[in-house]
């Protein structure tokens, strides 16, 4: 168990729909990154948070939006969802990105599946 | 451009047998770079982090080698288990300003048969 925890787990939601994918990160990490991995795919970073503040974006579509609340939970929101954004997002968290050998600790994932 | 290249990209060993996984990168400025090993369906989970200087390192059965001049790392994986089918995966962190960026390999997928 990493201490990074997401929810939900699995979804299944139709065309066009929005969701909202919750994540925790371990007690003390300040940063929260979000990762799409589509199937038999690497993983694809998405965009990282750090105490708040966005910190790097990487290849988030415009209708997906992220943002972390002073509590440091992070949640993913996902929009005018389309078929191909059936994938494994994953949340990470690590204490200070800018540490030279800084660990990412990975949550479980959460399986989204758009019919 | 940034790129790291894993091969093979599948791979399948008899149980007890040792193997080795290959990982090329060209990313500049180099900072450190890593072995993740991810269970299918499953978040990855760090094996291990190596910087410049660092040309081995061990985490129990598996020993990741560094080569900086070459930008090659290699995983060898010694008297495998079956609990070792998983996807291997490199990562290689770049200094990018105040921060630091990571950049993922496809990574090999590893199939150990009884």
């Known amino acids: 168990d990493s201490g990074v925890t997401q929810t939900p787990k699995h979804l299944i939601t139709a065309t066009g729909q929005r969701v909202t994918l919750r994540c925790s990160p371990r007690?003390?990490?300040?940063?929260v990154y979000w990762y799409q991995q589509s199937l038999d795919q690497g993983l694809q970073f998405l965009i990282q948070?750090?105490?708040?503040?966005?910190?790097a974006k990487g290849n988030i579509l415009e209708r997906f939006s992220a943002q972390q609340f002073p509590d440091l939970h992070s949640e993913l929101n996902l929009s005018s969802l389309e078929l191909g954004d059936s994938a494994l997002y994953f949340c990470?968290?690590?204490?200070?990105?800018?540490?030279?050998?800084?660990?990412?600790?990975f949550g479980p994932g959460t399986r989204l599946t758009v019919t | 451009k940034n790129q790291v290249e894993q091969s093979p990209q599948s791979l399948i060993i008899l149980e007890g047998k040792n193997c080795t996984l290959q990982?090329?990168?060209?990313?500049?400025?180099?900072?450190?770079l890593r072995w993740y090993k991810q269970d299918t369906g499953r978040g990855p989970v760090s094996l291990t982090i190596?910087?410049?200087s660092e040309n081995t390192k061990s985490n129990g059965r598996y020993t990741a080698t560094l080569d900086a001049d070459t930008k090659q790392s290699s995983l060898h994986i010694t008297a495998s288990q079956l609990s070792d089918s998983a996807s291997y995966i490199c990562?290689?962190?770049?200094?990018?300003?105040?921060?630091?960026?990571?950049?993922w390999g496809l990574g090999t997928s590893l199939a150990v048969n009884p």
């Open positions: 990470a968290s690590s204490t200070n990105p800018s540490g030279k050998n800084y660990e990412q600790y």
């Open positions: 007690s003390g990490d300040l940063s």
């Open positions: 948070y750090y105490n708040g503040e966005e910190r």
């Open positions: 990982c090329n990168y060209t990313v500049s400025p180099f900072s450190n």
């Open positions: 190596m910087t410049f």
């Open positions: 990562v290689v962190s770049y200094n990018a300003g105040n921060n630091r960026k990571l950049i």
